[in-house]
């Protein structure tokens, strides 16, 4: 999941002030009052934490508040403050450093590092902690054989604890690096190129070169990739939950079903919400005024540097430590331990989880690449302040945590399911129950608000290419610019749709804590399967359902190695 890219939104601006000339005036009113609306809807979970929170400060929820802020506030803001110091460092060192790794020298197998490193996106960080807790804790099979072949009992020797804020820390490193990987490798091919050699022809060491030169060079690569990984960490639920770590993804949840107190969750929510913008407040000041800009004509690609005997196993060695730690092994301890034993109820309630997965993910991929769709056109045709604010608002949802997208849906569906169901009493005699939070409807919102902003950002570039000859072509044809779209833009978006389509599914599958709030009763879903079971220490039965995830989250990966390697 990515942020929306910058470029893209120039380019489609650029693209859409020449078509927006073209378009009538209704048509552009019409989109422009459409994409608002849009936008008014998915910044309403906000609007709900924001009202709520203030609404409920000094009112039934002071207790609450008052018994969280002398007993465990303080640990949330100290865990989640330790939580993203630990993986911003791990995330740098391995990113920062495979990316330099393969980009600079010139080893054995860096062709296939190259791309595989990119691997580890596929394993969500939670499931990374069930098969890591299953082979490091005291019964697993690591601390059996060395208690076979030493003799040693408990009290002779000392292990590492997995389930600790460091390892939490290092799930959620090996999970996110890619993030970092893939951008620091773009900004060293493209910026570090000449700049490395003229550096080296003036004395400087290669050591000396990256430090001085490509370091800073990347840096807003860099800090974009670790703010990307820091917001996903403190939207994570399932390994802090699952690891037993109070922060504020887990205070959140617990203010609501252990407290009942949806203002004490707003409360919280907020609180994560300052720890988001301060997360983004840093990554941009960590750019400072510095400006990079190519001089030359082309970009000089800088010759790798070859290397032999121990520098290249070293810099292989630098590449298969975090490709084995953040997938190749825990993908082969969640194979050995479906074959083991795997999901006892495997077969109909198997099935019937993968489709509740597949329902919900399709449902919001479809809304998602509709929505996106309508604002990115409004956006191509009408270049009006209230249609650029839409486009911008619309992408907020990717910086809310799930938790927080769940309170901010929760409490005002739930607020209007009562009022329908009361009108409908009233009116006909006939009560209808709760016909958004007890279908999958709200569910599907939150996640739509969670992840438009992969789908728009697909269906941006895929329009910022077509260019507005193209507009002007088909109103010479005499198509409307309905049809021009149904005829002319679509075709050409195909590709950008079906990219966008799967993103958002994806994404869907592996979200937790929004699924784990917001189901309807009797409605589990692979993530919230594999979640219970492990929680209940069932790990060889949670290994079924979370390698179902890993599987379909390899989909896009391997569209995005493929790239790689064609690159």
């Not at 795997?342 to 690449?369: E, I, K, N, P, W």
């Not at 009108?423 to 569910?443: C, E, M, R, V, Y």
């Not at 399967?529 to 290994?543: G, K, N, V």
């Amino acid at each position: 999941m990515t942020l929306p890219s910058a470029a893209a939104a120039e380019a489609s601006g650029s693209a859409g002030a020449a078509a927006a000339r073209r378009v009538d005036s209704p048509l552009r009113r019409v989109l422009a009052v459409a994409a608002l609306a849009v936008a008014l809807v998915l910044a309403a979970p906000l609007g709900s934490v924001l009202f709520t929170a203030l609404a409920g400060a000094g009112a039934g929820s002071e207790a609450t508040w008052g018994h969280l802020a002398r007993t465990v506030l303080g640990d949330y803001v100290l865990n989640t403050v330790a939580l993203c110091a630990g993986v911003a460092s791990g995330v740098f060192a391995l990113g920062v450093g495979s990316a330099w790794l393969v980009t600079r020298y010139e080893f054995a197998g860096r062709r296939v590092f190259e791309w595989a490193l990119v691997m580890p996106l596929a394993m969500p960080a939670y499931v990374m902690a069930y098969v890591y807790t299953d082979l490091l804790q005291f019964t697993g099979p690591l601390q059996t054989a060395l208690r076979q072949v030493f003799g040693w009992g408990r009290a002779d020797y000392w292990f590492p604890e997995i389930r600790s804020l460091a390892g939490a820390a290092a799930m959620l490193a090996l999970a996110l690096y890619p993030y970092v990987y893939m951008l620091a490798r773009t900004a060293f091919i493209e910026r570090a190129g000449g700049m490395v050699e003229v550096g080296r022809s003036l004395g400087l060491s290669p050591a000396a070169a990256f430090w001085r030169l490509s370091l800073p060079l990347a840096r807003p690569a860099i800090a974009g990739g670790v703010a990307l990984a820091l917001m996903e960490t403190l939207a994570d639920f399932g390994t802090v939950a699952y690891f037993a770590l109070p922060t504020f993804t887990t205070g959140i949840y617990r203010a609501w079903f252990s407290f009942g107190d949806r203002a004490a969750a707003a409360q919280l929510a907020l609180v994560l919400l300052g720890f988001v913008v301060a997360v983004l407040a840093l990554e941009r000041a960590s750019r400072g005024g510095a400006r990079f800009h190519e001089t030359g004509s082309r970009r000089a690609a800088a010759p790798r540097v070859p290397l032999q005997g121990g520098r290249a196993w070293l810099a292989m060695l630098g590449c298969v430590l975090p490709l084995v730690g953040g997938f190749a092994l825990p993908g082969a301890l969640l194979l050995r331990l479906t074959l083991a034993g795997g999901d006892t109820q495997f077969g109909a309630r198997f099935f019937g989880l993968a489709g509740h997965s597949l329902l919900l993910s399709g449902m919001a991929a479809l809304c998602a690449v509709v929505l996106a769709l309508l604002l990115a056109y409004a956006a191509r045709v009408d270049r009006g302040p209230a249609t650029r604010l839409a486009h911008r608002v619309a992408t907020f949802g990717y910086a809310l945590p799930g938790t927080v997208i769940a309170v901010g849906v929760l409490i005002p569906v739930t607020r209007l399911d009562h009022a329908l169901a009361a009108a409908a009493q009233a009116a006909f005699g006939w009560n209808p129950g709760l016909l958004f939070t007890g279908s999958i409807a709200a569910l599907v919102y939150a996640c739509v608000v969670r992840y438009l902003a992969a789908a728009l950002q697909s269906v941006d570039a895929g329009l910022a290419r077509i260019t507005p000859v193209m507009d002007d072509a088909a109103r010479s044809l005499g198509h409307s610019p309905a049809q021009a779209l149904a005829r002319v833009h679509l075709p050409l978006l195909r590709g950008s749709l079906l990219t966008a389509a799967l993103l958002v599914f994806i994404d869907v599958m592996k979200e937790l804590p929004a699924t784990l709030v917001m189901r309807p009763f009797n409605f589990d879903t692979l993530a919230t399967q594999a979640y219970t079971l492990a929680s209940d220490e069932r790990l060889a039965e949670a290994s079924t359902a979370a390698l179902a995830i890993v599987a379909v989250g390899l989909l896009p990966v391997i569209v995005l190695c493929r790239r790689i390697a064609r690159r």
